[in-house]
């Protein structure tokens, strides 16, 4: 009877044994069980440890005679083995980490924990594969060793809003901006009532910052945040929020980029586009702009719209030349602006004429000073001759005769028109003592007057006006760059007007964008133009960025006979440039019939690729940035 139960108690120990011997083979890890001699013999290693390694029990007999050290990468094999002797004699169990070969020609990262067992000198061992975390922590300190290298190097700051806690954490650069420490703590109610953000900025940045912890995915604001010494900065903040697993807004993560720069150029490109190119006065739209802004503010002051029209200015061009006649209209533009005040609006609006608005005067005061400028710009000589420039004015009064742009326009120009059925070379106000014969010539004279302005004057700077515009109005920039080369179409008799973006790398120019009126022939053959090619052109033309060919029947190169080839009959191009360096290519081409563009145009169409090259810049800059965040 005792004989039986210690059978099946021995039974009984046997399928325990068996079980915790199915459990060993089985586990995820390798488990050994290595002597403590010099090269820690393997007595035991379970399935883990040979499908961590690859190697099968009898590669590890054979090829490394059952000697675990080895198996350890032979860099690491001091370290290992002087880790362990120094740890079991201390403490009796050791823990490190280490490589180990594996049959094919990896090496594995492995976390070793092991103790001695009783006074048998032999040591369990178990080993734990470690590598992919060890690849995920190498591949997170190389992020963040990037990280620190480009926030180091970036003048950019990059930061992240907390929202639950309230705080945000700015990266180093904020100091070095602005000179003094950022705000980290309660940002929702301190923030805004810093000195450091300008006043009228406050409500566009709170709005942002409401919308950020409403949870709206993207948000991009522009304000103004003083430094140390006072001095405001213009700055882009662009924050991308992220959430939690429920979807619930927990951090905004983004950039604050100084813009200031771009702000000075942008508001130079404005003034540029607000400017005759000629008289640096203002242009036809940028004057009725001005002068409608300045109606609204006033109120019963009586203010004086004068147009001023050079008088035959025609035979002046035709007689002495286009230069002489340049040159009467620069002197002009000099005397009204020696003749009137800083506050008071002058503009060119047509080839021979311009208007000034005079607030703040009576009408004898405006009569007065039209008398007076037509005796200074009688002192213009014509070309050193002894023949003088006279002109004849046209004045309306506000509120008396209109209280509006458009009306005001009207009288002073009817006014004109009595002028010049006087005898021309004099100044007169409105009045409404018009006899009905009179009253029918000055509609054939308006009417004339409006074509012969249509055709007659190129506005160079209402097309950078408008061109400013249209990019400047929407963040769609593909969108408003289509409507920009259609307009240009039409301003400079283009069949097919064109962007081509410039690839440094490639060194070629690729179509990008393009407004085309024709089918044109060979398409696959157009979209790129090598670097080299377009600089041959311009060594052609003799100039840096423009190349000009009116025709190309007079083009007796391999050149002219290709644009032939395509029918192009006219043709222009400016590399597009920003900051010095160039970013593409404008050109323009008719296929119809051949056109003289002006000095005028030439320098209009300079200009808007400059316009164009800095939009677009900032286009693919905000793009990057959007994919960053």
Same mark, same amino acid.
């Given at each position: 009877? *005792? ?45 883990? &440890? ?12 054979? +090829?490394?005679?059952?000697? &675990? ?12 083995? +002087? ?26 990262? !492995? ?16 080993? !734990? ?86 949870? +709206? ?21 662009? $924050? ?23 702000? $000075?150029?942008?508001?130079?490109? *404005? ?23 300045? =109606?609204? %503010? ?24 286009? =230069? ?9 533009? !000099? ?20 208007? #000034? ?24 000589? =014509? ?35 009595? #002028? %010049?059925?006087?005898?021309? $070379? ?7 003592? &018009? ?34 515009? =249209? ?15 259609? $307009? ?19 060194? !070629? ?8 009126? *024709? ?20 060594? #052609? ?13 007079a083009l007796d190169t391999e050149l002219g006979r290709e644009l032939r080839r395509q029918g192009v009959s006219s043709l222009m191009k400016c590399v597009m440039t920003d900051g010095g360096q160039r970013v593409g290519l404008l050109g323009c081409e008719s296929h119809r019939r051949q056109c003289k563009w002006t000095q005028e145009q030439k320098k209009a169409f300079r200009q808007i690729s400059d316009l164009l090259a800095v939009f677009l810049t900032k286009y693919h800059q905000q793009e990057k940035l959007k994919q960053i965040l």
């Amino acid at each position: 009877m *005792l004989k039986g139960k210690l059978t099946e108690a021995q039974m009984q120990l046997l399928r325990t044994s068996r079980q915790q011997s199915a459990l060993l083979e089985n586990l995820p890890v390798g488990v050994l069980c290595c002597k403590n001699d010099s090269s820690y013999s393997i007595q035991y290693m379970n399935k883990g &440890f040979l499908h961590m390694t690859g190697y099968t029990e009898k590669e590890i007999r054979c +090829t490394f005679q059952s000697e &675990f050290l080895q198996l350890i990468c032979p860099d690491d094999r001091k370290y290992a083995e +002087t880790t362990i002797r120094e740890q079991l004699a201390q403490y009796g169990k050791a823990e490190l980490e280490y490589r180990i070969l594996c049959a094919n020609g990896e090496q594995r990262w !492995v976390l070793d924990q092991r103790s001695t067992i009783g006074t048998e000198g032999l040591c369990g061992c178990i080993l !734990v594969d470690t590598t992919a975390q060890k690849e995920e922590s190498e591949q997170l300190r190389l992020n963040l060793e990037r990280y620190k290298i480009i926030t180091d190097q970036s003048t950019d700051i990059i930061f992240e809003w907390n929202f639950a806690e309230d705080t945000v954490y700015f990266s180093p650069n904020w100091k070095k901006k602005f000179g003094f420490e950022p705000l980290q703590k309660s940002v929702t109610h301190t923030l805004l009532e810093q000195g450091h953000i300008f006043q009228q900025d406050k409500a566009k940045l709170k709005r942002a910052m409401q919308k950020a912890l409403s949870g +709206t995915s993207f948000l991009e604001v522009e304000v103004r945040i003083a430094d140390s010494q006072g001095s405001y900065i213009w700055c882009r903040i662009r $924050a991308s929020t992220q959430y939690d697993q429920d979807g619930s807004p927990i951090r905004a993560v983004g950039m604050l980029t100084d813009i200031s720069e771009d702000k $000075a150029q942008r508001q130079q490109l *404005l003034e540029q586009a607000q400017r005759d190119s000629l008289t640096q006065l203002l242009n036809k739209a940028a004057t009725e702009m001005q002068v409608t802004a300045s =109606l609204a %503010k006033a109120g019963d002051t009586s203010c004086a719209l004068m147009i001023i029209d050079l008088d035959h200015f025609k035979s002046v061009n035709d007689r002495f030349g286009h =230069l002489c006649g340049d040159a009467v209209l620069t002197d002009t533009a !000099v005397a009204l602006k020696r003749m009137f005040r800083v506050s008071d609006i002058m503009g060119r609006i047509g080839g021979d004429e311009f208007l #000034v608005f005079v607030p703040d005067i009576d009408p004898q005061a405006a009569l007065k000073k039209a008398h007076q400028l037509l005796q200074k710009l009688e002192r213009i000589q =014509l070309n050193n001759s002894e023949q003088h420039l006279s002109c004849s004015i046209g004045i309306s009064l506000y509120p008396t005769h209109a209280e509006n742009f458009s009306d005001l326009y009207r009288f002073a120009d009817r006014a004109l028109y009595q #002028v %010049k059925r006087s005898g021309r $070379a004099d100044a007169a106000l409105y009045s409404e003592t &018009f006899s009905e014969q009179a009253a029918e010539d000055l509609s054939v004279h308006e009417e004339r007057r409006i074509t012969h302005a249509d055709r007659l004057y190129v506005d160079s700077g209402q097309l950078l006006q408008e061109t400013f515009r =249209l990019l400047g109005s929407t963040a769609d920039i593909p969108s408003a760059v289509s409507k920009v080369l259609e $307009a240009l179409s039409r301003w400079f008799h283009a069949t097919h007007i064109y962007i081509w973006e410039y690839l440094p790398q490639q060194m !070629v120019y690729r179509e990008a964008f393009e407004w085309n009126e *024709l089918e044109l022939p060979n398409p696959q053959q157009r979209n790129v133009l090598h670097c080299s090619s377009m600089d041959a052109m311009l060594d #052609v033309a003799g100039s840096d960025v423009l190349f000009c060919c009116e025709d190309t029947d007079a083009l007796d190169t391999e050149l002219g006979r290709e644009l032939r080839r395509q029918g192009v009959s006219s043709l222009m191009k400016c590399v597009m440039t920003d900051g010095g360096q160039r970013v593409g290519l404008l050109g323009c081409e008719s296929h119809r019939r051949q056109c003289k563009w002006t000095q005028e145009q030439k320098k209009a169409f300079r200009q808007i690729s400059d316009l164009l090259a800095v939009f677009l810049t900032k286009y693919h800059q905000q793009e990057k940035l959007k994919q960053i965040l």
